[in-house]
């Protein structure tokens, strides 16, 4: 089991742009939360997908959306970026939306220029 | 609202010396305890868990609702120790998420 994966690695992009983000959670789980991480800062809870609906969101504006697949994969949208996007984005996924233990993804880097 | 204070960014010890790295959170509730941490090159993962009343890697949190603090610890520190600590409440109702700290940079000098 690979555990979670992240596509793409980084990612380069400029203001105004739209950006999508892949994850694909651990073998077995069926919930995935996503964070954003800024630099020199901890992980900020964007949102979290069960069941292919999102059932908790953080404080993010309606610029972030995301989806669930049926094979539990997520992705992450972000439209009309802005600098202040750029950050490192973090994929979590869980069995079950109790998230007692959330095994992190590597993270896509996201610039936006 | 809830928030989380680690209030250390660096923190350096000497290989065999105590470490404490602080988390204070504030919260309505009762919220399950977590620390996360982050060794260079890794990916973020669970260290411990303080319900499950676990010692990790010789590492232990002791959670203490009247001053709202859950404080990691370990009594000698090794050079293997050194990475990115998080202090991480989880809160919420059926669907819950955490909420992470600034970290903690542990360095354990040789």
């Known amino acids: 089991d690979a555990g979670v994966t992240q596509s793409p690695t980084h990612l380069i992009k400029t203001r105004g742009q739209q950006v999508t983000l892949r994850c694909s959670p651990k073998?077995?789980?069926?919930?995935v939360s996503w964070y954003q991480q800024a630099l020199g800062q901890g992980p900020q809870f964007i949102f979290q997908?069960?069941?292919?609906?999102?059932?908790q969101r953080g404080n993010f504006p309606d610029r972030f959306s995301g989806h669930q697949f049926p094979n539990y994969s997520s992705e992450l949208n972000v439209n009309a970026l802005l600098l202040g996007d750029s950050a490192l984005y973090l994929c979590a996924s869980s069995p079950g939306l109790a998230g007692i233990e959330q095994f992190f993804g590597p993270g896509t880097r996201l610039t936006v220029l | 609202a809830q928030r989380v204070t680690q209030p250390e960014k660096l923190l350096s010890v000497f290989k065999g010396a105590p470490v404490e790295l602080k988390c204070n959170y504030s919260y309505s509730g009762s919220p399950e305890l977590f620390w996360y941490v982050q060794y260079s090159r890794q990916r973020l993962q669970l260290l411990l868990r303080?319900?499950s009343r676990e010692s990790i890697k010789g590492f232990t949190a002791d959670l203490n609702k009247g001053e709202t603090s859950f404080h990691l610890k370990k009594p000698f520190a090794q050079e293997e120790d050194s990475a990115m600590y998080y202090c991480?409440?989880?809160?919420?109702?059926?669907?819950?998420?955490?909420?992470f700290g600034s970290g903690t940079q542990l360095t354990v000098l040789p």
């Open positions: 991480a409440p989880l809160w919420g109702g059926s669907a819950r998420q955490l909420t």
């Open positions: 997908y069960y069941e292919e609906e999102e059932r």
């Open positions: 303080h319900i």
């Open positions: 073998s077995g789980h069926d919930t």
